[in-house]
Nanobody
Framework: QVQVVESGGGLVQAGGSLRLSCAAS????????MGWFRQAPGKEREFVAAISWSGGTTYYADSGKGRFTVSRDNAKNTVYVQMNSLKPEDTAVYYCAARTAYSSGTYYREENEYRYWGQGTQVTVSS
């Protein structure tokens, strides 16, 4: 059974930074493509960032380009998203997702492409 657990959320002022972590256990993490999504109150869940199993390929939603950086440490079975210059509109529950990928450079952007999900971590950015 694969478990995905996010951590690192919290309350931060606008312009501040947070680093979210996502630990996956129970599977072959080094063969998982990983993704970050978020859901703001009253809105649908949306894609934030994705990373291939090798870590060599990343992809970002326009909302996070230049501010967010996704990375992974396969030795620790953990993926991160460093979020800088946070804005109040970044307030959301952030979810981590995982799936087996078929090549080292593949990433996925759609919710329905992921199999395993965490419970989410709340990020609140105050103005």
């Amino acid at each position: 059974q694969v478990q995905v657990v996010e951590s690192g959320g919290g309350l931060v002022q606008a312009g501040g930074s947070l680093r979210l972590s996502c630990a996956a256990s129970g599977g072959s993490f080094s063969r998982y493509a990983m993704g970050w999504f978020r859901q703001a109150p009253g809105k649908e869940r949306e894609f934030v960032a994705a990373i291939s199993w090798s870590g060599g390929t990343t992809y970002y939603a326009d909302s996070g380009k230049g501010r967010f950086t996704v990375s992974r440490d396969n030795a620790k079975n953990t993926v991160y998203v460093q979020m800088n210059s946070l804005k109040p509109e970044d307030t959301a529950v952030y979810y981590c997702a995982a799936r087996t990928a078929y090549s080292s450079g593949t990433y996925y952007r759609e919710e329905n492409e992921y199999r395993y999900w965490g419970q989410g971590t709340q990020v609140t950015v105050s103005s």
